[in-house]
């Protein structure tokens, strides 16, 4: 299993670095030219192309990813990946391994980016400055309410590949009919549409058992506050793991399925 996490791991490294590097590179040179050539529209508009690139970067990757896992188990590299001595439960662990190795590498190259843009166009200040005044911000949060939003953030992106590893394995199968190279995507839009919904009426329903109100009529404004205790903070956390679960279940048991038929 360590071997085919490496091997997978290596292959979408490839297949992604660029997108995680020719952003930022763009970006830091239409800054560059900007400050020589200020009233160019065509410079203002690569500038703008960039950044986008760099805001929208992290998902073209994480498609790349996804594109790669579906045609390596399931499409013009699946016999290769078939014929190994690893079984189903080995094979959905590598992928679901290989995807949070992903998720974390495209994370952290795209806080760099942005940190480093930051210290190239701050003037007078260095990147431990810059990183001082964001620790010194983060702090004033609290350590328990950002290391719940950290585990948040994790979870989120953990039930988001699990949707995409049920889209790619649901969808090489004829569950839903004849196989098509289009039922990936339509499974992943329907289960993020659908179980975003549920997900978000779920915890909006919880949540509200935990927050009041209180109203000040003055002549003038309306005061309201609300309070939401960490055990409320919590529920995302919980409700992403449980249906996360449930996803990476019914992955194992599709592929597992289409071994023993193949």
């Not at 079984?87 to 974390?104: C, K, P, V, W």
């Not at 289960?191 to 949540?207: D, E, H, N, R």
Request: net charge positive; aromatic share 10%; hydrophobic share 50%.
């Amino acid at each position: 299993m360590g071997k085919l996490i490496g091997q997978i791991f290596k292959e979408d490294f490839k297949s992604v670095i660029l997108w995680l590097l020719l952003p930022f590179v763009s970006a830091l040179i239409f800054m560059q030219l900007l400050d020589v050539f200020s009233d160019s529209p065509i410079l203002g508009l690569g500038m703008v192309a960039s950044f986008t690139l760099l805001t929208i970067g992290p998902l073209i990757t994480l498609g790349i990813a996804a594109k790669n896992d579906n045609e390596r188990f399931y499409n013009k590299n699946a016999a290769f990946y078939s014929a190994l001595p690893l079984s189903s439960s080995s094979i959905t662990g590598a992928r679901l391994i290989n995807f949070i190795l992903m998720g974390l590498l495209i994370a952290v190259s795209t806080l760099l980016n942005y940190l480093l843009l930051i210290c190239i166009n701050s003037e007078g200040k260095n990147l431990g400055e810059i990183l001082n005044s964001i620790a010194n911000q983060l702090s004033k949060i609290g350590s328990s309410k950002l290391l719940i939003a950290l585990l948040a953030l994790f979870t989120i992106g953990l039930y988001l590949v699990n949707i995409i590893m049920l889209a790619n394995t649901a969808g090489s199968t004829k569950l839903f009919g004849k196989k098509s190279k289009w039922a990936p995507i339509i499974i992943f839009l329907v289960l993020f549409f659908a179980l975003g919904m549920l997900s978000s009426k779920i915890q909006a329903s919880a949540l509200g058992e935990y927050m009041y109100s209180s109203y000040n009529y003055g002549p003038t404004h309306v005061e309201v506050s609300k309070e939401v205790p960490s055990a409320a903070m919590a529920l995302p956390i919980i409700i992403n793991v449980v249906i996360s679960a449930i996803l990476y279940g019914l992955t194992y048991y599709f592929h597992d399925k289409k071994l023993s038929v193949n």
